[in-house]
């Protein structure tokens, strides 16, 4: 069967995106009730990056990475390749080659349910690449894989189009429909925060600046604690 290749998607205000720029995946989170996280296996080669971006899919058999590489060239500057490569750890999809053309594409990074190679040299690149695993072994070109279309990357479906925002914590989905309301949500609850640490700083206990003490109550151990 030939490989899909679904359309071009919808994008998204740079006013919107820049809202996002340098928003904790915690805050992100937690604006959609602690949902679209993906797995905690998928994390960052190199610390203290951010990314964000809105979603390139990548849909493939295992240990195949053809429409990885076709994919670099589909994209737009800003946009994040997300590749299904089905949680296989043993053969390597991604390695600095396509991380350096990424870099010449403007590429802002790439979310891999698998494993890279030449993490080395990732890492040293600076840019943006989470996965689940690292090994030496290579992969093979037999498929056409999808491009752009629906996939799951890390437990939790991504369609093209939705926003990718990723840091040290890992990374966090954004549906596409949903962006101006998580953005409101998730700067709301940035000042909330705010104030908590406020609170904290001024001498009181985390209990009272995010109002547990009800809480404790009901549960009935207010007197474990002077609250």
């Known amino acids: ?12 205000s740079e006013r919107l995106l820049g809202r996002l720029r340098g928003m904790p995946t915690s805050l992100l989170s937690d604006a959609m009730n602690r949902m679209n996280s993906m797995s905690s296996s998928i994390k960052p080669l190199a610390t203290g990056v951010h990314m964000i971006g809105q979603a390139v899919t990548v849909q493939a058999m295992v240990g195949c990475n053809l429409m990885s590489h076709v994919a670099i060239y589909k994209s737009r500057p800003g946009d994040v ?11 390597s999809v991604w390695g600095y080659l396509q991380t350096r053309a990424s870099m010449l594409r403007k590429l802002n990074g790439v979310v891999i349910d698998g494993s890279v190679r030449d993490s080395n040299e990732i890492r040293k690149s600076r840019f943006p690449v989470f996965c689940r695993g690292v090994t030496p072994a290579g992969p093979h070109k037999g498929w056409g894989d999808n491009l752009n279309v629906p996939i799951q ?17 890992g990374v966090v989905v954004i549906p596409f429909i949903q962006l101006e309301e998580v953005t ?44």
Do not use: N, Y
């Not at 069967?1 to 998204?12: H, K, L, N, W």
């Not at 409101?184 to 206990?205: C, I, L, M, N, P």
């Open 1 to 12: 069967m030939a490989a899909t290749i679904g359309p071009d998607f919808p994008r998204a």
């Open 81 to 91: 390749i997300v590749f299904d490569a089905r949680a296989h750890l043993e053969t």
């Open 153 to 169: 990357c890390g437990q939790v479906c991504v369609h093209p189009g939705d926003i990718i925002v990723g840091d040290d914590d």
């Open 184 to 227: 409101s949500s998730a700067e709301h609850r940035k000042k909330t925060e705010a104030a908590w640490f406020d609170q904290v700083a001024a001498g009181a206990s985390t209990i009272e600046a995010v109002g547990l003490q009800e809480r404790i109550k009901e549960l009935g151990l207010e007197g474990i604690l002077d609250v």
